[in-house]
């Protein structure tokens, strides 16, 4: 039987300077889908409108990372995503993945978890077809109850018009996000644990300084902020818990690591692969690794 929520849906690094992010990211070697403004709606059944934020996203055919960014200060913000970025800005979103959102709906409850219920969201986006609206149903879990994600569910409703072959080949040979990591305050961190454990039905396992729950696409990675040196040396920590790095799975490593060195940006050698500080992506670290 098919978990109600089992896949990474996307991840999202939240700025004020979009503009910025998204040179950082085609620097970094990944296509970008066209820049799309958000239409939202504030509570189950209302219309979406017109909302004070965009997005271009890296997209990868299953999962994506969202380049998340405010647009319009003067716009409803009807998702409270400017008082995000007021606390710090970077990677701060993570959506998993489900085929029901009301199924999701219900095991986030179960899962001891306080939830929206489920909102509607829409935005326009050229196609090869013409100009196509996009639609997906969402969750999202109460902020106070997920300090260290603004945590969701999503359910695609026109995949199809996101995840255009067109955009899916990246000059960095990127495939998928393979994993998230969450460095977790010490006190706090195994009630994240058991959390996500009861979000995804998943046991928890420990590899080294690292607990990790796998889905059945992609997996979460937990480390516990005194050891978070240990997997991310140097890295900064902007809140006592929070979303620290992303693992992306690439064709080629060589490949991978010639387009961002040739940028300018650097990297540092890890035993899979190779890593980019969080300070030269905006505030999300990326492993980068085969697969």
Same mark, same amino acid.
């Given at each position: 039987m098919q978990k109600p929520i089992d896949a990474i849906h996307h991840t999202g690094i939240l $700025?004020?300077?979009?503009?910025?992010? &998204? !040179?950082r990211y085609l620097d970094l070697g990944f296509t970008l889908s066209p820049r799309s403004r958000h239409l939202l709606s504030a509570h189950p059944g209302e219309p979406p409108t017109p909302g004070c934020t965009a997005n271009r996203c890296v997209l990868f055919g299953g999962s994506y990372l969202e380049l998340l960014g405010i647009v319009d200060e003067n716009a409803p913000d009807p998702w409270h995503t400017k008082a995000m970025a007021d606390e710090y800005e970077g990677f701060r979103l993570l959506n998993l993945e489900t085929g029901d959102a009301e199924s999701a709906r219900r095991q986030l409850l179960a899962a001891g978890l306080r939830a929206t219920g489920v909102l509607d969201l829409e935005r326009d986006v050229e196609t090869e077809d013409g100009v196509r $609206?996009? !639609?997906a149903r969402a969750v999202h879990v109460d902020p106070s109850s997920t300090p260290e994600a603004l945590l969701g569910v999503a359910q695609h409703l026109t995949r199809e018009y996101v995840h255009q072959p067109r955009y899916? +080949?990246?000059p960095n040979g990127a495939r998928a996000i393979a994993a998230v990591l969450i460095a977790a305050a010490d006190a706090e961190f195994d009630g994240i644990v058991e959390r996500y454990g009861r979000i995804l039905e998943a046991? +928890?396992? *420990?590899? *080294?300084p690292l $607990?990790?729950? &796998?889905?059945g696409a992609g997996r979460l990675e937990l480390v516990r902020a005194s050891q978070a040196d240990a997997v991310l040396p140097g890295e900064p920590a902007p809140a006592p818990s929070y979303l620290a790095a992303m693992t992306i799975a690439v064709r080629e490593l060589r490949v991978a690591r010639d387009v961002i060195e040739n940028a300018g940006v650097p990297v540092r050698e890890t035993d899979e692969g190779f890593f980019v500080? +969080? !300070?030269d992506a905006y505030g999300a670290g990326l492993f980068f690794v085969a697969g």
């Amino acid at each position: 039987m098919q978990k109600p929520i089992d896949a990474i849906h996307h991840t999202g690094i939240l $700025t004020r300077d979009l503009d910025g992010l &998204e !040179r950082r990211y085609l620097d970094l070697g990944f296509t970008l889908s066209p820049r799309s403004r958000h239409l939202l709606s504030a509570h189950p059944g209302e219309p979406p409108t017109p909302g004070c934020t965009a997005n271009r996203c890296v997209l990868f055919g299953g999962s994506y990372l969202e380049l998340l960014g405010i647009v319009d200060e003067n716009a409803p913000d009807p998702w409270h995503t400017k008082a995000m970025a007021d606390e710090y800005e970077g990677f701060r979103l993570l959506n998993l993945e489900t085929g029901d959102a009301e199924s999701a709906r219900r095991q986030l409850l179960a899962a001891g978890l306080r939830a929206t219920g489920v909102l509607d969201l829409e935005r326009d986006v050229e196609t090869e077809d013409g100009v196509r $609206t996009v !639609r997906a149903r969402a969750v999202h879990v109460d902020p106070s109850s997920t300090p260290e994600a603004l945590l969701g569910v999503a359910q695609h409703l026109t995949r199809e018009y996101v995840h255009q072959p067109r955009y899916l +080949a990246h000059p960095n040979g990127a495939r998928a996000i393979a994993a998230v990591l969450i460095a977790a305050a010490d006190a706090e961190f195994d009630g994240i644990v058991e959390r996500y454990g009861r979000i995804l039905e998943a046991p +928890a396992v *420990g590899k *080294g300084p690292l $607990t990790v729950l &796998e889905m059945g696409a992609g997996r979460l990675e937990l480390v516990r902020a005194s050891q978070a040196d240990a997997v991310l040396p140097g890295e900064p920590a902007p809140a006592p818990s929070y979303l620290a790095a992303m693992t992306i799975a690439v064709r080629e490593l060589r490949v991978a690591r010639d387009v961002i060195e040739n940028a300018g940006v650097p990297v540092r050698e890890t035993d899979e692969g190779f890593f980019v500080s +969080a !300070r030269d992506a905006y505030g999300a670290g990326l492993f980068f690794v085969a697969g």
